[in-house]
């Protein structure tokens, strides 16, 4: 057999750009990784060759100057990525999901305005649905946009709220906000609109919007996350995503837009679990007791087969569902299956790789020790497991509906 995780049916620009990548992070992250992420310091120059790699615009169309490449491109980009580590996949993630919001649901003055600054990196995007009181939950945000009728200037809307959980809250121009608004709509879903929320980057306080500093955390190191405090910020009605056709729209627009970031979270979980399993098979090779490599002791050698079968059938649900959303069909489950599966076979692999290397996994001198701290977070971002299994379970419920 070959290696663990390789993907069938690529055209030859998908193996170059993959080749390229996979260069990229052997010389260029990977020697670094850990050293910046026990100091939590800004991956700045990982971040510079990225942007001369034209990956923060390989799903933008190549009229507004990216490489137009598609979602599965993009999930095993993301995925060699994380293999080196995920907090640089993280620098990528929401900044795609808002370039995708806007290409799919943006009016053409948001297209031609932002697209093309944001496929050369120097516009970067965040995404805000969280607050402080609901994560799951998104029916009860309390964020709100009242709306100002114009006097020739058309329309604006002051928003007022605090929001959870921005990754690249700081360094991103652009936010995609999810807030309340009053349209009248009998369902609480059709009272909410997404805002495309312009400002400087930066910490601190800027036209009514504060982002007040990072957020410590147990991984997910070198990379901010932030809060987002909006006081009488007031916005035109263009900022609005969709223009005037996405008042009320903007629940059904972020779900779309986790959609993929589920592919994504898949895909990041899939790197960390090939880097540990990586970690793990070399030092079982090399780390001997009772006279012999432990590679050779059935305990471990049992591991092992364990882990690279959850590595491969992770990987291969990730790369199932990216092709689904490419081909236009609804991947809502597909996405939530396989965001489930690697994130729960993501944790399980590298805690195996973490106890394949005994005491020392516990030195941070080994990188095993990042990973261990790092798996955890796929568990619970673009929703939890258990949000995975209601979605999954409700639409099992509706296909095999045995009054039927």
Known sequence: MGRIAQTDDLTDVQRDILAAVRTFVDKEILPFATELE?????????????????????????????????????????????????????????????????????????????LPRMATGELRGAFSMSEPGCGSDVAAITTRA????????????????????????????????????????????????TFLLEKEPGFGTHDGITIPGSIDKLGYKGIETTEMILTDHRVPAAAILGGADGRGQGFYQMMDGVEVGRVNVAARACGIMIRAFELGIAYAQTRRTFGRPIAEHQAIAFKLAEMATKVEAGHLMMVSAARKKDSGQRNDVSAGMAKYLASEYCHEVTTEAFRIHGGYGYSK????????????????????????????????????????
């Open 146 to 193: 009242d709306r100002e009728v114009g006097d020739g200037d058309g329309d604006a809307y002051v928003l007022n709220g605090q929001k959870m959980w921005l990754t690249n809250g700081a360094r991103a121009g652009i936010v995609a906000t999810l807030v309340k608004t009053d349209e009248g709509a009998d369902s609480v879903y059709r009272n909410m609109t």
């Open 365 to 404: 001198e080994y990188e095993i020790e990042r990973l261990y701290r790092e798996a955890p977070f796929m568990l619970i971002g673009e929703g939890t497991s258990e949000i995975q299994k209601r979605i999954i379970s409700r639409a099992l419920l509706r296909e095999y509906d045995g009054t039927r």
């Open 38 to 114: 026990h100091a939590d310091e800004y991956p700045e120059s990982i971040v510079a060759s990225m942007k001369e790699m034209g990956l923060f615009g390989i799903t933008i169309p190549e009229q507004y100057g990216g490489l137009g490449e598609s979602l599965l491109t993009y999930a095993l980009v993301v995925e060699e990525i994380a293999r080196g580590w995920m907090s640089v996949a993280g620098v990528v993630n929401t900044h795609f999901i808002v370039a995708y919001l806007i290409g799919r649901h943006g009016t053409a003055d948001q297209h031609s305005r932002l």
